[in-house]
């Protein structure tokens, strides 16, 4: 499976939509069911990880869940932990822009690098900016968080990290963030890169979606969303505004 070619012959037509299952947010049949139903509603694929609590079991125990029921990509977004799965069908291969700790820069990117060339694993090389609120991923990636309004700062973080390769440029305000990314900071943004752009955290109805598709967002993750027992309705309106 080539994600990458997928993702971008997708956003070639329309904007991608991504589900982001958290493993240690529920059970594997918890997450076989919330696969099932994305799938069903038109997700385009899946992100499988999160900041902390990612452990072998629940990893392995989730994507091989999801795997069941979609044949959608299934992708690795990273946190702490340094557990995996042969499974994934590709790795967010992420550098923190704005962190102050070097190991979230590019040291753990070094110690895990050979063993994923080695693997054969499809990298997406992928420029992660932390905005605030930030919520936990922000303090445990020790972020120098970009301030809502500042597009100036914003748009020269991304700007240097498409100068250094990045395929992607990821925006994020973190999972369960009362706000989103601003429209103008993702708009901003998108005037000055050429790169698709990312954008997650805070994601929870089809008139945010929509104002950050409008913006120009290519890719729109939601998470919190199906953590909810109640989710279906609320991640169809949402998968509707971004794929249709």
């Known amino acids: 499976m080539h994600v990458r070619r997928i993702l ?12 982001l299952i958290d493993p240690p947010k529920q059970t594997a049949k918890r997450a076989e069911e919330i696969a099932a139903a994305a799938d069903g509603l038109g997700t385009d694929g899946f992100l ?4 902390t609590g990612v452990e072998q079991a629940n990893l392995t125990e ?7 029921v979609s044949n959608k990509p299934v992708i690795f977004f990273p946190g ?18 704005n962190s102050r700790n070097v190991d979230f820069l590019i040291r753990t990117q070094a110690q895990s690098a050979l063993i994923l060339k080695k693997l054969d694993v499809e990298i997406l090389p992928t420029g992660y900016l932390v905005i605030e609120p930030g919520m936990s991923v922000g303090e445990m990636g020790e972020s120098d968080l970009i301030e809502r309004d500042n597009f100036w700062t914003a748009s020269g973080y991304a700007v240097a990290a498409e100068m250094l390769g990045v395929k992607y440029i990821y925006l994020e305000c973190g999972s369960g963030s009362p706000v989103t990314v601003p429209p103008d900071m993702v708009r901003a943004i998108k005037k000055v890169v050429d790169v698709p752009v990312i954008v997650g955290g805070g994601i929870r109805t089809a008139a945010v979606a929509r104002q950050l598709i409008l913006a120009g967002a290519d890719i729109i993750i939601t998470g919190t969303v199906v953590e909810r027992h109640e989710y279906k309705q609320r991640l169809s309106e949402i998968i509707k505004a971004v794929t249709e």
């Not at 989730?62 to 069941?68: G, L, R």
């Not at 702490?80 to 822009?97: I, R």
């Open 48 to 51: 499988v990880g999160g900041s």
């Open 80 to 97: 702490q932990s340094k557990v995996f799965s042969m499974s994934f069908d590709a790795v967010l291969f992420l550098t923190l822009l």
């Open 62 to 68: 989730t994507v091989s869940a999801i795997k069941e």
């Open 8 to 19: 971008e012959e997708t956003i070639t037509r329309r904007p991608v939509h991504l589900t």
